[in-house]
Each structure stands twice: as C-alpha cells, then as structure tokens.
C-alpha cells in the first residue's frame, strides 16, 4: 500500500529536484534532495505522525519509500518530491546502502536511519540530561508553516569594528543553569535564560559573546558504551551532529527543535538591542561520529564515510585522527566544502550571527590525506564569500596533528587569530619567570611579529589568558597542576603546560597573604590583557574568580564545576567584578587601547635598558596620544618578587599624571574612576604588581 498521512491521504511521489540540498518546498509539496557519490541506494523514510512517546522506538514504525537511481537521482544527488505531506511536523531521515567490505573505506549500514546533513532542525531528547531519554534517535524535521521570525521594524544588527570588540566566552546552558541564577527552573541553561541576563553583560562591559557551539550535539555521547568516560555529560558541545541546526535542548521547558530556533532567534535579537554582537564557536574539523572503534553512526559516516572523511585505506584504523576525537572532517572537498559554506550562511541570514571561531581550524588546511596546503581553498572560500564578507572570522591555529599555525593561518587579511602565543607569554611573564621581558613586550604591544604583514592589523590577534579549555583565571593563580581525575581517564586528559604557578598553596587556602597574592595576580592578568594591542577576550566566570578546583578540561561535567555562581558573583560584585567591569570600561573608552594600525616609535616610549638581563622581570612604557587624543598613559608590571622603584617620566606639558590602577591596593582603591593625583617621581610598586597612570591636565 503507498504511503499515507495520518488523515488517510495518500502520498504521492514524482521525481523532485536536486537543488537545493536539504528539504525544500516546492509549491504544496515537499523536495527531499540528498548527496551521496557512493551509495547504490536510498530510501527516504518517514514519520508523518511527528514526535511519539517512544521516540526512540520510532523506527519501525515510518514510512519508507525507496529512490529510483534511474528516476531519483541526477549526477550524485538522489531527489524525490513528495506530494500530501504536512507542512511541519514531519520527521525524516534515510536509508542509505552501498558497497561492503572494511578494505574498501565505505560503512554503508541500511539498517540506520540517518539525519539528512541539510536537516535545518533535528529532533530527538527533549530535555538535557534526560536519563529517560539516554539512548534517543534523532531525526530530521522541517517547518514551512511558521511565520517568518520578527526581527522588528526598528532592529539593527550591530557592525562593531573589530578594533573596538571584547569578546566574552561563554557557555549558554553553563551561563544560567544554576539554581543561583534565580531564574526559573524552564528556561535554565536556555537561550531565554541568556537573555535574562544581558543586563550583568552590559553591567561586565564586553560587546561581543562568543558562545560555545550552539549546534545540535548528544550531550550522552560518552554514555552510549562502557568507557571511563561514561559517567560524564558534554556540556561544551564540541562534537556535532549537525552543522544546520540550533541545539534543541537550549529551547526552555523542553519545547523542541522549532522553539530553539525561535528562542536562538530571540536571543540574538535581545543581544544585539543591547548593542551586543554574536560570535559563534563552529566546529568543522570533526562530528560526534568518534572512530572506528566505537562509531557513533547518525549522518555522514553512514551517508558516504570517504566523502565526508579523511580516511586512509591502506590502514585498519581508516579515519584518520588530527582532531583528537576519531575523526577528521574532508573540508577541501568540494561537496564539503559547499556544506560548510551553505551552514556558514544560513547562521548568518536565518539566525544574524556576527561571526565565528573556528575550532582547531588548521584541519581546515588539510587536504583529503592529511597534507598541508598553503592555500586552503575552504579557507579563502570563507574569506571571499560576499555573505560572510561583515562576519568576524576566527581561527584556533593549530589542530592536534601538530599543524600550528599562530601567526600564519592562510588569511587573506580577513582571518584574525586565536593567538596562543600571547597566552603562553603573558603567563610566564607575570608569574615570574626569567627572560620573558622583551616578549611580553612585543605581546603587548600587538604582537607584531606574527601579524604586521600584508595587509593584517593588530585586530586580528585575539588576545586571551584564558579560555574554556585550560584553567580558570582563579586556577591559574591557585595551581601548579591539573587536577583532571573526575574525568576518568587517569589525569592523561588536558594540557600539562600550563605555565600556572599556585602562589604558594596548591589549591583553596585560608592564608590571607596567599590569597591577597592570588587576588593581586588575577589584576594583574587582566589589567594587561586590557592595555594590550588587539582584540582581548575574557572567558564567563572570570569575573568573579570561578575555580573548576584544577581541573583544565571540565568538558564532561555539567555541574557547579563549570556552572556560573551568580552567588559568588554577588559576593565579589564590589571588589574582583568591580575592578574587571571598571577596566573593560577605560579599555573601550581609551583611543589608545583600540588602535587599528600598529605601534610606531612615536607612539611608544619603552622604560627600559636591560631588554637582554633574564633576571629583569620589571616593564613599563608609555603610551602617547598622538593624534588619537585622550592622554598619555603610563603602564608598567613588576613581577619580581620584591619592591621596585618605579621611574615615572615627566607627563606631556600642561598635565599631570593621575593614579587610575595600582594592583596592589584593596577595592576600591585598586581602580579608581578617573584617577587621583599627586604621583610622585619615584612610584615605589610592590611585588607582582602593575600599575596605570592617565595624563590629563
């Protein structure tokens, strides 16, 4: 019998349409196109009835109807309209068969429905961490009924120059699910939650939120077979299972696939009233499909594994690996690469976003084996693109293949940098060690040495200390060590480099003097962060000290280890928060901090002659106004042990240096709007300390 709606209306089948990929419309009926070079077969498979009770066990229970390769398919595009069929509600998925055999790369199993890669919104668990729901299928859905989303008569979307960005890194489930967020327990952890925050955002004083990916991922991924992992939850979200799709358990009260897309879309409207820019966090090197070994087929493994894959036949373990995580997405394919392409646009005119970071984007610069390429073509692909052509794009420069390329990621002058190098430097310096001056110089100072070529601006370094992988600002200053054995994995997982230094105590202490030190440090940490040339980024929690207590890869734990404490961030709202809010402030208000062209010799004046003594652990300079106006300033760091006489230079004629920072000072003090006069020749400045002097008359 043909196929019918719930209603007893038959389906009806013709031919359809190879573009455009994914679902479409096509008058009152429905066109299902999907690409595989390799399979020998294709059945498009059905669920008229929408989302059931048991919807993991609704395989068996959906429609199938089986592509004529003669009729249904031109070139390596299988197609088929479908006529009668709902307009929304609708789940979908296929079946897709082909050439057997380990030897030959393919891992056709018609067994699997599969999401379609064009899939615009995927369903499946409702609610995050649903134990009830562990082992759920996801499928696709489409909604053509909806009215277009409200964007407003009077929105606009924000166009920040990226000279003037601060970008705050953050999660949106970890941002609110705390019971401290005082929201209510259905739009925790959500993109509504998000927005019920903006005003702590604004009160912050970043413009740019860069949110850990947002696409549709298993968050039970780790718990699908035994593993030592498999007592954890992703909750960072760097293992996609769609590159179209907002990840439904965002949406609050657990409202589905069409109310996370409705909700991403109020979100980023609410944000961007706010004068708030998005920048997404893509990733384009791997999916949530693992390795080899324990494969978690739903989409492209099983749709054609040697398209959408690095894989080398020649090796048992086939997928090759420069991802770390099983698998290794072909971006220079052109059928790849036209998907990613697609993606990247449709987050930019269905959704608004202003940007993206791309995860471990030297994979990007591989081609099908594995091999470098000086000129990725997926990479200037995203620089050229005429919709992409106001986005922020950013690349993490290296992958975990050993591929590193900070300072030369194929860029075409669009592409900034997560600059790896200014972390690595910035740390090593303000802890104390040796040799580290002339460095922390050039970091500073816009990193000159890696960006000023071509047509590059000191813009494209993004500057950060922290970042979601790695410790937490206050671990920073409070471990020596990872401390990664809830993970599971024996404490192998995570970074051993992480020029941190605990001040003394390995973890929490009550010592007041360690803990004025660590204070002292956190300042310190970001007060260069604001004063330096390029782009800073700070990451969510920062702002009140959070801890994860030593662990520098928290991925799997979706609890107060990375849940914002908005109880702690009320007890330090007057000290830390304060003296981190007031500095995001001078950095944006001051001309001198959000230059568009590099330092020249007029520009700066370095207080120093012992750039060769490795023991010199004392740096100060002077900023002057030039034609940008707002005053001469005065920043100098002592990270020496001891008390430094600090030489402070004559201020520009007409004004007088006014005290803005002194580290070293308890709150309020340590940050003073405006500054106070009377600075003296000498500044005697305390051990691991910084300081900052404004010129005005």
């Known amino acids: 019998m043909p196929p019918s709606t719930k209603s007893g209306t038959l389906l009806r089948s013709s031919t359809g349409r190879p573009s455009p990929l994914g679902v479409s419309q096509l008058g009152d009926a429905v066109n299902f196109s999907l690409f595989s070079k390799h399979a020998t077969s294709v059945t498009l498979c059905l669920s008229i009835s929408?989302?059931?009770?048991?919807?993991?066990?609704?395989?068996?229970?959906?429609?199938?109807?089986?592509?004529?390769?003669?009729?249904?398919?031109?070139?390596?595009?299988?197609?088929?309209?479908?006529?009668?069929?709902?307009?929304?509600?609708?789940?979908?998925?296929?079946?897709?068969?082909?050439?057997?055999?380990?030897?030959?790369?393919?891992?056709?199993?018609?067994?699997?429905?599969?999401?379609?890669?064009?899939?615009?919104?995927?369903?499946?668990?409702?609610?995050?961490?649903?134990?009830?729901?562990?082992?759920?299928r996801f499928l696709g859905t489409y909604d053509f009924s909806s009215l277009p989303f409200d964007w407003g008569n009077d929105y606009k979307c924000p166009e920040i120059?990226?000279?003037?960005?601060?970008?705050?890194?953050?999660?949106?489930?970890?941002?609110?699910?705390?019971?401290?967020?005082?929201?209510?327990?259905?739009?925790?952890?959500?993109?509504?939650?998000?927005?019920?925050?903006?005003?702590?955002?604004?009160?912050?004083?970043?413009?740019?939120?860069?949110?850990?990916?947002?696409?549709?991922?298993?968050?039970?991924?780790?718990?699908?077979?035994?593993?030592?992992?498999?007592?954890?939850?992703?909750?960072?979200?760097?293992?996609?299972?769609?590159?179209?799709?907002?990840?439904?358990?965002?949406?609050?009260?657990?409202?589905?696939?069409?109310?996370?897309?409705?909700?991403?879309?109020?979100?980023?409207?609410?944000?961007?009233?706010?004068?708030?820019?998005?920048?997404?966090?893509?990733?384009?090197?791997?999916?949530?499909?693992?390795?080899?070994?324990?494969?978690?087929?739903?989409?492209?493994?099983?749709?054609?594994?040697?398209?959408y894959y690095m894989v080398d036949t020649n090796s048992y373990v086939q997928l090759l690996n420069f991802s770390g995580c099983g698998n290794t997405f072909n971006c220079n394919h052109p059928m790849v690469m036209e998907l990613i392409l697609d993606s990247l646009r449709y987050w930019v005119t269905e959704y608004h976003v202003n940007g993206f970071r791309f995860d471990l984007a030297s994979v990007l610069c591989r081609g099908p084996d594995g091999t470098p390429l000086n000129a990725p073509l997926i990479v200037k692909a995203i620089a050229k693109d005429p919709v992409l052509s106001k986005c922020k794009i950013i690349a993490e420069p290296w992958d975990c293949g050993g591929l590193y390329l900070v300072g030369r990621f194929p860029n075409w002058d669009r592409w900034a940098e997560w600059n790896g190098k200014y972390r690595d430097d910035m740390r090593r310096f303000i802890k104390g060690d040796g040799g580290m001056k002339g460095t922390f110089a050039t970091r500073i100072s816009g990193s000159s040495d890696l960006y000023q070529i071509n047509a590059r601006k000191p813009y494209h370094s993004i500057n950060f200390v922290i970042a979601h992988d790695g410790f937490t600002l206050y671990d920073l200053v409070a471990y020596n060590s990872k401390h990664n054995e809830m993970n599971g994995e024996g404490g192998r997982d995570g970074c051993n480099d992480n020029y941190s230094w605990n001040c003394g105590f390995e973890g929490e202490t009550r010592d007041p003097a360690i803990n004025a030190l660590r204070s002292r440090q956190m300042k310190n940490f970001h007060l260069a962060l604001m004063v330096s040339q390029g782009t800073p980024m700070m990451l969510m929690g920062d702002e009140y000290a959070h801890t994860r207590y030593g662990n520098n890869n928290s991925y799997g734990h979706?609890?107060?280890?990375?849940?914002?404490?908005?109880?702690?961030?009320?007890?330090?709202?007057?000290?830390?928060?304060?003296?981190?809010?007031?500095?995001?402030?001078?950095?944006?208000?001051?001309?001198?901090?959000?230059?568009?062209?590099?330092?020249?010799?007029?520009?700066?004046?370095?207080?120093?002659?012992?750039?060769?003594?490795?023991?010199?652990?004392?740096?100060?300079?002077?900023?002057?106004?030039?034609?940008?106006?707002?005053?001469?300033?005065?920043?100098?760091?002592?990270?020496?042990?001891?008390?430094?006489?600090?030489?402070v230079p004559p201020p520009p004629s007409g004004k007088f240096w006014y005290r803005v920072v002194d580290t070293n000072l308890p709150s309020p003090d340590d940050f003073i709007v405006g500054g106070v006069p009377g600075v003296k020749k000498i500044y005697e400045m305390a051990p691991y300390s910084a300081v900052l002097l404004h010129a005005k008359p």
């Open 161 to 307: 120059p990226e000279k003037d960005l601060v970008i705050y890194e953050m999660s949106v489930r970890s941002f609110t699910a705390d019971k401290s967020s005082g929201l209510e327990p259905s739009i925790r952890g959500s993109y509504l939650g998000v927005i019920e925050k903006i005003p702590h955002l604004l009160e912050l004083g970043i413009n740019a939120v860069e949110l850990l990916p947002v696409f549709e991922y298993d968050e039970f991924e780790f718990q699908r077979h035994p593993n030592p992992r498999d007592h954890m939850l992703n909750v960072w979200g760097y293992s996609t299972m769609n590159f179209f799709s907002p990840m439904s358990r965002y949406a609050s009260t657990g409202g589905g696939p069409l109310a996370a897309s409705l909700e991403f879309k109020k979100m980023v409207k609410a944000l961007h009233s706010a004068g708030i820019e998005v920048i997404l966090d893509v990733v384009y090197n791997h999916t949530n499909e693992a390795d080899d070994e324990h494969p978690y087929t739903t989409s492209f493994r099983g749709i054609d594994n040697k398209v």
């Open 558 to 647: 979706d609890t107060a280890m990375n849940h914002f404490q908005w109880n702690q961030l009320d007890a330090r709202k007057e000290s830390h928060f304060r003296f981190f809010a007031e500095t995001i402030r001078f950095h944006r208000q001051h001309p001198l901090l959000g230059r568009d062209t590099f330092l020249t010799k007029a520009d700066i004046t370095w207080h120093e002659k012992n750039w060769d003594n490795f023991d010199s652990r004392f740096l100060s300079f002077s900023l002057h106004e030039g034609k940008y106006g707002g005053g001469d300033l005065y920043i100098a760091f002592n990270a020496h042990d001891y008390f430094v006489k600090s030489v």
């Open 50 to 136: 929408g989302r059931s009770r048991e919807f993991s066990k609704m395989e068996s229970q959906m429609q199938e109807i089986p592509l004529n390769p003669k009729e249904n398919k031109t070139g390596d595009i299988w197609h088929v309209c479908i006529e009668n069929l709902p307009l929304s509600g609708v789940l979908y998925g296929y079946r897709v068969d082909g050439p057997e055999g380990w030897h030959t790369g393919h891992r056709f199993d018609k067994n699997l429905i599969l999401i379609d890669p064009y899939a615009k919104l995927i369903e499946g668990r409702r609610v995050f961490g649903d134990n009830n729901e562990k082992m759920s």
